[in-house]
Protein backbone atom coordinates (compact mmCIF):
# COMPACT_ATOMS: atom_id res chain seq x y z
CA UNK A 1 0.00 0.00 0.00
CA UNK A 2 1.35 3.43 -0.72
CA UNK A 3 2.06 5.42 2.17
CA UNK A 4 -0.87 7.29 2.97
CA UNK A 5 -1.19 11.27 1.72
CA UNK A 6 -2.20 11.51 5.15
CA UNK A 7 -3.99 11.05 8.80
CA UNK A 8 -6.32 12.51 10.61
CA UNK A 9 -8.60 15.41 9.89
CA UNK A 10 -8.43 17.49 7.08
CA UNK A 11 -10.23 20.45 7.49
CA UNK A 12 -12.72 21.61 4.29
CA UNK A 13 -12.07 25.39 4.65
CA UNK A 14 -14.52 27.93 4.23
CA UNK A 15 -14.01 30.65 1.85
CA UNK A 16 -14.68 34.33 3.60
CA UNK A 17 -16.22 36.93 2.31
CA UNK A 18 -16.57 40.64 2.95
CA UNK A 19 -18.84 42.45 0.33
CA UNK A 20 -18.55 39.01 -2.13
CA UNK A 21 -14.78 39.62 -2.21
CA UNK A 22 -12.76 36.95 -0.75
CA UNK A 23 -11.15 38.26 2.46
CA UNK A 24 -7.84 36.84 2.85
CA UNK A 25 -7.44 38.26 6.18
CA UNK A 26 -10.24 36.22 8.02
CA UNK A 27 -8.92 33.21 5.71
CA UNK A 28 -5.31 33.62 7.44
CA UNK A 29 -6.97 33.46 10.76
CA UNK A 30 -9.12 30.24 10.18
CA UNK A 31 -6.15 28.34 8.90
CA UNK A 32 -3.65 30.05 12.18
CA UNK A 33 -6.95 28.50 14.21
CA UNK A 34 -6.53 25.10 12.52
CA UNK A 35 -2.82 24.93 12.92
CA UNK A 36 -2.76 25.87 16.70
CA UNK A 37 -5.50 23.15 16.62
CA UNK A 38 -2.94 20.59 15.24
CA UNK A 39 -4.85 20.31 12.10
CA UNK A 40 -2.26 19.70 9.40
CA UNK A 41 -4.06 19.52 6.35
CA UNK A 42 -7.06 21.93 4.48
CA UNK A 43 -9.29 21.89 1.17
CA UNK A 44 -8.96 25.20 -0.18
CA UNK A 45 -11.98 25.59 -2.82
CA UNK A 46 -13.69 22.15 -2.22
CA UNK A 47 -17.64 21.99 -1.25
CA UNK A 48 -17.32 23.70 1.61
CA UNK A 49 -15.42 26.38 0.13
CA UNK A 50 -17.32 27.41 -2.50
CA UNK A 51 -15.66 26.10 -5.34
CA UNK A 52 -18.35 26.22 -7.86
CA UNK A 53 -19.34 30.23 -7.84
CA UNK A 54 -15.53 31.42 -7.34
CA UNK A 55 -13.42 32.28 -10.58
CA UNK A 56 -10.20 30.16 -11.55
CA UNK A 57 -8.03 33.65 -10.79
CA UNK A 58 -9.88 33.35 -7.42
CA UNK A 59 -9.30 30.43 -6.82
CA UNK A 60 -5.69 30.04 -7.40
CA UNK A 61 -4.98 33.50 -5.56
CA UNK A 62 -6.40 31.48 -2.26
CA UNK A 63 -4.04 28.49 -3.17
CA UNK A 64 -1.17 30.69 -3.60
CA UNK A 65 -1.95 32.86 -0.20
CA UNK A 66 -3.14 30.02 1.53
CA UNK A 67 0.40 28.14 1.22
CA UNK A 68 2.67 31.16 1.60
CA UNK A 69 0.77 31.86 5.19
CA UNK A 70 0.79 28.14 5.97
CA UNK A 71 4.48 27.18 4.91
CA UNK A 72 5.73 23.68 5.82
CA UNK A 73 2.95 23.99 8.80
CA UNK A 74 -0.27 22.47 7.18
CA UNK A 75 -0.73 21.05 4.04
CA UNK A 76 -2.95 23.07 1.27
CA UNK A 77 -4.80 20.56 -0.73
CA UNK A 78 -6.34 22.41 -3.69
CA UNK A 79 -10.46 21.72 -5.24
CA UNK A 80 -9.65 21.65 -8.87
CA UNK A 81 -12.61 19.33 -10.17
CA UNK A 82 -15.02 20.31 -12.55
CA UNK A 83 -16.77 18.25 -15.34
CA UNK A 84 -15.04 19.00 -18.13
CA UNK A 85 -11.74 17.03 -18.08
CA UNK A 86 -9.16 19.89 -20.09
CA UNK A 87 -10.36 22.06 -17.90
CA UNK A 88 -10.26 20.56 -14.41
CA UNK A 89 -6.50 19.14 -15.65
CA UNK A 90 -5.17 22.63 -16.92
CA UNK A 91 -6.50 24.37 -13.63
CA UNK A 92 -5.07 21.58 -11.98
CA UNK A 93 -1.75 21.95 -13.34
CA UNK A 94 -1.81 25.94 -12.40
CA UNK A 95 -2.38 25.30 -8.39
CA UNK A 96 0.91 22.87 -8.46
CA UNK A 97 2.27 25.97 -9.92
CA UNK A 98 0.78 27.56 -7.04
CA UNK A 99 2.19 25.71 -4.30
CA UNK A 100 -0.39 23.22 -3.25
CA UNK A 101 0.53 20.09 -1.78
CA UNK A 102 -2.38 17.84 -3.50
CA UNK A 103 -5.49 18.06 -4.85
CA UNK A 104 -9.03 17.44 -4.58
CA UNK A 105 -11.09 16.85 -7.56
CA UNK A 106 -14.57 15.73 -7.30
CA UNK A 107 -15.53 13.47 -10.28
CA UNK A 108 -17.60 14.87 -13.36
CA UNK A 109 -21.39 16.37 -12.48
CA UNK A 110 -23.86 16.81 -14.49
CA UNK A 111 -22.17 15.11 -17.25
CA UNK A 112 -23.04 11.82 -15.58
CA UNK A 113 -19.58 9.62 -16.87
CA UNK A 114 -19.50 6.28 -17.64
CA UNK A 115 -17.14 4.12 -15.56
CA UNK A 116 -14.59 4.52 -18.65
CA UNK A 117 -15.47 7.68 -18.75
CA UNK A 118 -14.40 8.20 -14.99
CA UNK A 119 -11.12 6.40 -15.48
CA UNK A 120 -10.21 8.47 -18.27
CA UNK A 121 -10.90 11.61 -16.65
CA UNK A 122 -8.94 10.84 -13.53
CA UNK A 123 -5.87 9.61 -15.75
CA UNK A 124 -5.77 13.05 -17.79
CA UNK A 125 -5.74 14.21 -14.65
CA UNK A 126 -2.90 12.35 -13.26
CA UNK A 127 -0.58 12.63 -16.01
CA UNK A 128 -0.62 16.43 -16.19
CA UNK A 129 0.64 16.47 -12.84
CA UNK A 130 2.96 15.34 -10.18
CA UNK A 131 0.82 16.35 -7.24
CA UNK A 132 -0.87 13.32 -5.51
CA UNK A 133 -4.61 13.61 -6.14
CA UNK A 134 -7.44 12.43 -4.07
CA UNK A 135 -10.25 11.58 -5.79
CA UNK A 136 -13.83 12.90 -4.15
CA UNK A 137 -16.72 10.80 -4.51
CA UNK A 138 -20.27 12.69 -3.08
CA UNK A 139 -22.97 11.45 -5.61
CA UNK A 140 -25.55 13.61 -4.08
CA UNK A 141 -24.38 16.80 -5.63
CA UNK A 142 -22.64 14.74 -8.85
CA UNK A 143 -25.36 11.97 -9.44
CA UNK A 144 -22.70 9.74 -9.99
CA UNK A 145 -21.34 7.24 -7.70
CA UNK A 146 -17.65 6.07 -8.50
CA UNK A 147 -17.60 2.52 -8.46
CA UNK A 148 -15.15 0.33 -6.25
CA UNK A 149 -13.95 -0.73 -9.41
CA UNK A 150 -13.08 2.30 -11.01
CA UNK A 151 -10.98 2.96 -7.63
CA UNK A 152 -9.63 -0.45 -8.51
CA UNK A 153 -8.48 0.68 -11.86
CA UNK A 154 -6.98 3.52 -10.80
CA UNK A 155 -5.79 2.81 -7.28
CA UNK A 156 -1.88 1.61 -8.51
CA UNK A 157 -1.45 4.88 -10.56
CA UNK A 158 0.92 6.27 -8.67
CA UNK A 159 -0.03 10.18 -8.16
CA UNK A 160 -3.43 9.01 -7.05
CA UNK A 161 -3.32 9.26 -3.46
CA UNK A 162 -6.84 8.03 -2.59
CA UNK A 163 -10.95 8.66 -2.17
CA UNK A 164 -12.74 10.86 -0.25
CA UNK A 165 -15.74 8.81 0.14
CA UNK A 166 -19.09 11.38 0.84
CA UNK A 167 -21.37 8.75 -0.02
CA UNK A 168 -23.59 7.07 2.68
CA UNK A 169 -22.96 3.12 2.37
CA UNK A 170 -20.52 1.63 5.16
CA UNK A 171 -20.11 -1.30 3.28
CA UNK A 172 -19.12 0.37 -0.01
CA UNK A 173 -16.29 1.88 2.50
CA UNK A 174 -15.62 -1.50 3.92
CA UNK A 175 -14.90 -2.79 0.13
CA UNK A 176 -12.82 0.31 -0.76
CA UNK A 177 -10.64 -0.49 2.16
CA UNK A 178 -10.44 -4.21 1.49
CA UNK A 179 -10.10 -4.20 -2.53
CA UNK A 180 -8.17 -0.78 -3.15
CA UNK A 181 -4.72 -1.55 -1.07
CA UNK A 182 -2.64 0.93 -2.96
CA UNK A 183 -4.54 3.66 -1.89
CA UNK A 184 -6.42 5.00 1.25
CA UNK A 185 -10.14 5.88 2.00
CA UNK A 186 -10.96 9.29 3.88
CA UNK A 187 -14.22 9.77 4.99
CA UNK A 188 -15.89 12.85 3.91
CA UNK A 189 -18.93 13.04 6.10
CA UNK A 190 -18.02 13.97 9.58
CA UNK A 191 -21.17 11.82 10.96
CA UNK A 192 -19.75 8.58 9.57
CA UNK A 193 -15.93 9.38 10.61
CA UNK A 194 -15.81 6.69 13.27
CA UNK A 195 -17.27 3.80 11.33
CA UNK A 196 -15.05 4.46 8.51
CA UNK A 197 -12.00 4.43 10.21
CA UNK A 198 -12.87 1.24 12.50
CA UNK A 199 -12.69 -0.45 8.94
CA UNK A 200 -10.00 0.97 7.38
CA UNK A 201 -10.07 4.59 6.73
CA UNK A 202 -7.30 6.84 7.13
CA UNK A 203 -9.24 10.03 8.83
CA UNK A 204 -11.60 12.77 7.77
CA UNK A 205 -12.45 15.62 5.54
CA UNK A 206 -14.12 17.86 7.71
CA UNK A 207 -16.85 20.62 7.76
CA UNK A 208 -17.26 20.30 11.84
CA UNK A 209 -13.81 21.23 11.78
CA UNK A 210 -14.23 24.83 10.70
CA UNK A 211 -15.54 25.28 14.15
CA UNK A 212 -14.03 22.88 16.28
CA UNK A 213 -10.97 21.47 14.81
CA UNK A 214 -9.56 20.03 18.50
CA UNK A 215 -12.37 18.16 19.05
CA UNK A 216 -12.56 17.16 16.04
CA UNK A 217 -8.58 15.99 15.55
CA UNK A 218 -9.24 14.20 18.88
CA UNK A 219 -12.18 12.43 17.96
CA UNK A 220 -10.31 10.96 14.57
CA UNK A 221 -7.14 10.68 16.18
CA UNK A 222 -8.64 8.18 18.91
CA UNK A 223 -10.29 6.39 16.69
CA UNK A 224 -6.99 5.76 14.28
CA UNK A 225 -5.31 4.52 17.66
CA UNK A 226 -7.96 1.54 18.17
CA UNK A 227 -9.95 3.50 21.12
CA UNK A 228 -13.42 3.29 19.98
CA UNK A 229 -14.74 4.08 22.99
CA UNK A 230 -13.45 8.05 23.17
CA UNK A 231 -14.00 8.51 19.61
CA UNK A 232 -17.57 7.02 19.92
CA UNK A 233 -18.32 8.97 22.93
CA UNK A 234 -16.56 12.67 20.99
CA UNK A 235 -18.76 11.13 17.57
CA UNK A 236 -21.73 11.26 19.87
CA UNK A 237 -20.71 14.20 21.37
CA UNK A 238 -20.53 16.45 17.95
CA UNK A 239 -23.73 14.80 16.31
CA UNK A 240 -26.45 17.55 17.36
CA UNK A 241 -23.78 20.17 15.63
CA UNK A 242 -23.24 18.04 12.38
CA UNK A 243 -27.18 17.26 11.76
CA UNK A 244 -27.71 21.05 12.87
CA UNK A 245 -24.69 21.82 9.66
CA UNK A 246 -26.65 19.87 6.93
CA UNK A 247 -29.99 21.32 7.91
CA UNK A 248 -29.74 23.22 4.47
CA UNK A 249 -27.23 22.92 1.74
CA UNK A 250 -23.71 23.33 2.66
CA UNK A 251 -21.94 25.62 3.55
CA UNK A 252 -25.22 27.72 4.82
CA UNK A 253 -25.21 26.62 8.01
CA UNK A 254 -21.71 26.07 9.46
CA UNK A 255 -20.62 29.75 7.63
CA UNK A 256 -23.68 30.85 9.59
CA UNK A 257 -22.27 29.04 12.58
CA UNK A 258 -18.67 30.75 12.57
CA UNK A 259 -20.38 33.90 13.44
CA UNK A 260 -20.86 32.59 16.56
CA UNK A 261 -17.16 31.90 17.48
CA UNK A 262 -16.79 35.29 16.37
CA UNK A 263 -15.35 34.87 12.60
CA UNK A 264 -18.03 36.79 10.59
CA UNK A 265 -17.32 34.81 7.21
CA UNK A 266 -19.83 36.29 5.69
CA UNK A 267 -22.67 35.30 3.82
CA UNK A 268 -22.71 32.69 0.94
CA UNK A 269 -22.36 33.38 -2.99
CA UNK A 270 -25.84 32.87 -4.55
CA UNK A 271 -27.46 30.97 -5.98
CA UNK A 272 -27.47 29.88 -2.26
CA UNK A 273 -28.44 32.10 0.33
CA UNK A 274 -28.57 32.97 4.22
CA UNK A 275 -29.88 30.26 6.65
CA UNK A 276 -33.46 30.50 7.13
CA UNK A 277 -34.81 32.04 10.53
CA UNK A 278 -36.19 28.69 11.37
CA UNK A 279 -32.41 26.87 11.29
CA UNK A 280 -31.02 30.05 12.63
CA UNK A 281 -33.16 29.86 15.62
CA UNK A 282 -31.98 26.34 15.76
CA UNK A 283 -28.10 27.56 16.07
CA UNK A 284 -29.46 30.27 18.45
CA UNK A 285 -30.14 27.69 21.08
CA UNK A 286 -27.16 25.31 20.37
CA UNK A 287 -24.53 28.11 20.64
CA UNK A 288 -26.61 29.07 23.99
Known amino acids: MKKPFFTGVCTALVTPFLDD ?18 IRAVVICGTTGEA ?24 IIAGTGTNCTSHAASLSYAAEQAGADGLLIVSPYYNKATPEGLIAHYLTIAHTVSLPIILYNVPTRTGVDIPV ?8 IPNIAGIKEAGRDITKITKLCRCCDSFSVWSGNDDMAVPAISVGAQGLVSVVANLF ?22 QQELQPLNELLFCEPNPIPVKAAMKYLGFDCGGCRLPLTELSKENRSKLDAYFQ
Open 21 to 38: RVNYPMMEQLLRRQIDAG
Open 52 to 75: PTLSDDEKLELFRRAKAFVGNDCM
Open 149 to 156: SVCQRLSP
Open 213 to 234: PAQTQAMVQAALDGDLDTAAAL
